[in-house]
């Protein structure tokens, strides 16, 4: 039991936070977000640069064998900065279902190319019907001789219009909420029966609907049962989102408290008044809840049996969501009219926690989830 | 104690119930119910046809259209209104500079504003607040000196809604800075928003939307006439003015809209192998915030019968009540809202923006569209208004004598 | 709409207010408690002098034909005196199932007793398996000639231990939650078969076991289809207890808001932080809420369409129940040590509030059967 | 960064579990789980068996029976304890005089108390709280007033827990009464309850227990030796031992154990025609309280790992939040017991009073006695041991930097 970081850790979040101080303020953000595609390429080669591209895969495939702690780093360090490239789309969510579904020559060709930079990626699983199930298929596969083709609308694909290629989930056999007979399926951006609309999301991030209309589609691993290693990557995207809202919350946090020491009405500091200071503290208990949250996901992810890994995940997505939610309504009224509106940070901090929020299920989705079974303590 | 409406009363309910469901167009109606934008054009086709009715200033005297009604009455033309997604007249006309200058204005002014106040001829703004006085309103420093028959205006107001469709800005301003207290030495003056020296500019709200402006004063000459009642008694009667009818602020009819809105939607929204309206814990969410707002409308109620029993324009302090849970209570139905769309919330759609151009209704559910911005936009209702902590502040010292 | 009491009305209000300054005091209460039985018969002769017992009944039934509203008078005052006497189990709960299932002879018998203070009633429901059912009664009614003879335990019955009879839910069709097939039977007691065991309950009222083994019953109304006058009477109790808990949360309320301005710490009264200030606003708008709500009932609980009634004595329910319980912990903590103590009223009216909570229902139970409905706003 | 358990922590806590079902008496653990109450007997026999396998005062230093764990020992330890339902030794002994008496006391009073402190041979009370003297306690006025090699006490304490059954008291007196600060001039004395002038009487809990009294000092005579420590220093020592081992305040075995119990308890309990555990709004409920009980075992264990590098006796105000949060959760289960149980929370059992003669099962289930007394008993938790408001003034102050 050591919550220290060890020398490297040390170093990648140094670099990591440099970065986000020097390259990531609020104008530099915006004028990210202005970038052709909604964020800024010269920004992506220097996290190749810097490693980060790599970070969770083998040395053999150009990466640094990073685990959970580190992608932890990265991504309460984005967090604070609110950053817009596709880490979660292209390294997290792409980089690991290649990782966790592709076979050795898949990962030995794609990683590399996520490493350096060249290639992104996307995945593509919510459909009109689905809501946040993710066994909730009706997007077809259907075998073409040697060829897969798919047939199926997917909507809000994070960064699916910035994507060589898209991840997509479609089913193989059995009906739409069934758990077995679902694959998942490269398929190339631009490509024949493939269309993408991309427009930007609530937080300035980007994302696509994707029609399918017998386009081809690679299999990665066994198209009849890719669930399995789709929800161990959920899983982790869970606790990199849990890590992320850690990072956004304690950069509201920080923000309405320096708020209320430099305001004035009626002839003081906001902060002087205690009943600010209490919501400031309960704000605090929040955060630091869930701090202690997303540190058990981290801890956690790693784990192989899927019940109690998805169990930390989702308690986490729970917690992050009810306290972020909640921390992020305070640290805007307790800004005041300057909190509703575009020309401050906290704002663009509110509205990146509401879409964490909903990114693989909201906190009501995983409560329900985890009231089925038996508990997430640990029996004495 | 008699709790039931009179059977006059049941017949008024009647009465404005048909006139808004038959004389302000559907299609305005529907905008206001879905959150959608409503344009300027509609609201002033709405308030025009209230005026042509006499419903668009009953609180006012009876010589410049008022109608002399009870509290229930007003109550019951704004429940109506809001129940039924009727976008308000105006407020800053019709509820702050109209009363203002029918009460204080002279001959000349009255003559000159109310009916054109009354008719959305002339659009007025607010220029109250400014970026060191928010909550401490009477902290404000935009001046006006006199200079022979004008006054010069020198200074920065913000958070001024809809300045960018403005003909007209009502503003205090400090006439006398060597005033023993900050709320004296304060004027009440109107304001052509074409004066030159005049520039907006507007400051985008979180969801994209342009509502609220900076509105900047350099060297402003105003005719010396358009000060509205006496040098220096502007706090008075910006207190009158934010006493005056504030029973509306519950919004009560509003939140029933959305939460009848809600429900519908339920049906259609799919959670798994059903419908979400058959999903018990969103069901008792739903029905909860129905309570409350079933609890808020009766102590609306309260309030308003208890006016008959006050002086004018002396605000109730029971009305901070009717500000703290309505807000609550609004700002709850946007989360649901939320959770209710849950994905399709995610996409940002261009046409949310007025004066848009893109379709918002092409990327999921047309009912999606409006989730987020609302949700982030009405985040001010606890805000603006005089926000919820000084609501409780004014609870506080009002009501339970701390 | 008017919310003024006619002359009639403040007179009630002002000599029953009387009657609970004058008589009902800390000391009084406490003494009152400690008589045989747990109350005072001498407040009982009071009650009847002022006429509140036979408040709700017709003239000729010896009664002052009152409606909800008088009953919320007395039971708004009743809550501020933390009243002990079984008005609620005998006039409310007694009375009223007499009025709305017994026939006129019962009614020309029964009713004249109970205004002049000479018989006590209980109304016997909660099983060991029913929880908050009104319709879960497996105790058995059998007829044996012309007796009915009555099998069964039944719990928690609200001052069982001074009734001279009980009026008892029993089955005489059916299986143990069928909603057809229940009676409510008179039962003497002391009577054969009937066995009474009394105690205190947690707020110093009393209620006792009662078993049954073969005791006779009398049918009140139809043996086969009591429930609608159940629950009919059953919404009125609800009603009256909304009002009982609006006047315990406004002694709380006002008790704290007094302590706050006498207690000093640091050299100031507690009243002078704002934090603290802040929440005893927020018990404002929670009481003042419970007061619409038990307004509300009171005007709807007089509806004959059992739908529209109950609806709203459900969600007064609910409504009492949640402001009730956030608010009592409330004026406990701002009380502090004292709060927690036997010797300052504001626990006591925290452990009646407790049991009001719990009393016909709980919020949690009532709101998940209104939201098996179509909502509780009027559509438009 | 390594967030599991070494090999050896995870052999300890074997080594503590095994001790902790084997070593108590099962029929103690039993009725601390169920919250039944806990006789002096009992606590007597469970600290006595810790103090022989010198598990009772593991934090004193070693000379007197310590064992200098890391502070992640100290929480397994805690941790298990708390989760098997075992009593802890009596906080006034072990956590709060004997800390003050090994760090500041003479070599006499180390012989002489020490031992017998941790065995429970003496049971120690604390004279702090007064009736003016609460969350500001530096306002207290309980004197003792030095008469050649006596002090003379005088005043009165209050909230003072099981002085009932206690042999000693440790107070805090005003020696000084003119000193600058109210701090100073506060001395730290060890007083023998069989004093004359002692005067002890019972304040009667909402739940009808009897743990806190009154304590009167009318003449009290004190050896001058049973000062701690230099005079007027006391405030300091006070603060010392508030400070130590605050980390067990979160009490989050405490809650494991009735979260656990909970679950258990809700598989018997019926709701119309299933077990109230297959209610899926019980289920949440209990859940959601689940999920932030895990947030804050780690919270816990974070402020655990901080300890090893803090200055010792200095209070981390982290642990401020696991005040607050764990106060929270144990009084959450509390309301969730009262709801599961129903009905059935409404009987007063004579027996659940210490002491009483009842038979609190003869009513309703089991399980359902203790539900209501310890809802009402348990809202103390954010009362006392500084309550939750004054925690979050320490938050504001040392953490936020307000």
């Known amino acids: ?380 | 104690m008699d709790l039931s409406f009179t059977p006059e009363e049941r017949a008024f309910r009647e009465e404005m119930r048909r006139f808004f469901r038959t004389e302000i167009p559907a299609e305005i109606r529907e905008k206001a119910g879905k959150g959608e934008h409503v344009s300027k054009a509609d609201l002033i086709t709405t308030q025009q046809a209230m005026n042509k009715a006499g419903l668009a200033t009953p609180h006012w005297p009876r010589a410049w259209g008022g109608r002399d009604w009870t509290p229930v009455q007003t109550y019951i033309w704004l429940d109506e209104m809001q129940t039924n997604s009727v976008p308000a007249p105006l407020a800053f006309n019709t509820s702050m500079v109209g009363p203002v200058i029918a009460e204080f204005g002279s001959e000349a002014q009255k003559q000159r504003f109310l009916p054109a106040t009354a008719n959305l001829d002339i659009w007025w703004c607010q220029g109250f607040s400014e970026p060191g006085a928010g909550s401490d309103l009477a902290g404000l420093r935009t001046s006006a000196v006199r200079d022979g028959d004008e006054w010069v205006v020198n200074g920065q107001k913000t958070w001024t809604t809809l300045a960018q469709h403005a003909d007209w800005i009502f503003c205090l301003c400090r006439t006398d800075p060597n005033a023993a207290k900050k709320q004296q030495g304060i004027s009440f003056i109107l304001i052509d928003m074409k004066t030159p020296g005049i520039t907006v500019r507007p400051i985008q709200t979180l969801d994209g939307g342009h509502e609220v402006n900076e509105v900047w004063f350099d060297e402003v000459r105003v005719p010396y006439e358009n000060l509205v009642g006496e040098e220096n008694k502007g706090w008075d009667y910006a207190k009158f003015l934010l006493g005056n009818e504030r029973t509306g602020i519950a919004r009560v009819g509003v939140s029933k809209a959305r939460l009848l809105r809600l429900r519908e939607l339920a049906k259609l929204e799919r959670i798994g192998d059903k419908p979400l309206i058959e999903d018990r814990h969103f069901r008792e969410k739903l029905t909860a915030l129905e309570i409350e707002l079933r609890a808020l409308e009766m102590t609306q109620l309260r309030v308003v019968a208890g006016e008959r029993d006050r002086p004018r324009g002396v605000p109730n302090p029971m009305s901070s009540i009717l500000k703290l849970k309505g807000s609550e209570i609004q700002q709850a139905t946007t989360e649901l809202l939320m959770e209710l769309v849950g994905p399709y919330a995610m996409p940002y759609h261009a046409g949310a923006e007025p004066e848009g151009d893109n379709d918002p209704q092409s990327i999921g559910p047309e009912y999606a569209a409006e989730a987020a911005p609302t949700y982030f936009n009405w985040r001010k209702i606890s805000i603006y208004g005089g926000s919820n902590e000084i609501q409780r502040n004014i609870l506080a010292k009002a009501i339970l004598g701390f």
Request: hydrophobic content about 45%.
């Open chain 1, 1 to 380: 039991m050591d919550f220290d970081l060890n020398d490297d850790q040390r170093l990648l979040k140094d670099s990591v936070e440099r970065l986000i101080t020097d390259k990531y303020g609020f104008d530099q953000r915006r004028a990210n977000m202005a970038a052709p595609g909604g964020w800024s390429r010269t920004m992506w080669a220097q996290f190749a640069e810097l490693g980060l591209l790599g970070l969770p895969f083998a040395e053999e495939h150009g990466g640094f064998g990073g685990g959970p702690v580190e992608a932890m780093i990265v991504a309460e360090a984005f967090g604070r900065g609110l950053v817009l490239e596709p880490y979660l789309a292209t390294v997290i969510l792409g980089g690991g279902l290649i990782r966790r579904a592709g076979d050795a020559a898949t990962q030995a060709s794609l990683l590399p190319q996520i490493a350096s930079g060249e290639l992104l990626l996307a995945f593509a699983h919510v459909e009109p019907q689905s809501r946040y199930e993710l066994h909730n298929v009706a997007t077809i596969a259907r075998q073409d001789g040697a060829r897969w083709r798919l047939e199926g609308d997917k909507g809000v694909v994070l960064h699916g219009d910035c994507a060589n290629k898209i991840l997509v989930t479609a089913r193989t056999a059995g009906s739409t909420r069934d758990r077995t007979g679902i694959g998942l399926f490269l398929v190339d951006v631009p490509g024949e029966g493939v269309s993408v609309r991309g427009y930007p999301t609530q937080d300035g991030l980007r994302a696509a609907e994707v029609s399918l209309a017998g386009a081809t589609g690679i299999p990665l691993g066994d198209p009849a049962n890719a669930l399995p290693a789709i929800e161990r990557v959920v899983d982790e995207a869970l606790a990199f989102l849990a890590a992320e809202a850690v990072g956004v919350m304690a950069a509201m946090h920080a923000s309405t408290v320096d708020y209320m020491k430099q305001r004035k009405q009626f002839g003081r500091a906001i902060g002087d008044f205690q009943a600010l200071q209490h919501r400031a503290v309960d704000m605090l208990v929040l955060l630091e809840q869930a701090r202690s949250m997303a540190l058990l996901a981290t801890m956690m992810v790693a784990e192989d049996d899927p019940v109690e890994r998805h169990k930390v995940a989702a308690a986490a997505k729970v917690q992050i969501g009810r306290s972020g939610r909640k921390l992020g309504q305070e640290a805007v009224q307790l800004h005041g009219g300057i909190g509703v509106t575009m020309e401050y940070m906290v704002g663009h901090y509110f509205k990146r926690m509401s879409m964490i929020e909903i990114l693989f299920g909201d906190a009501d989705t995983h409560l329900a989830q985890l009231a089925e079974g038996s508990g997430v303590l640990e029996a004495a």
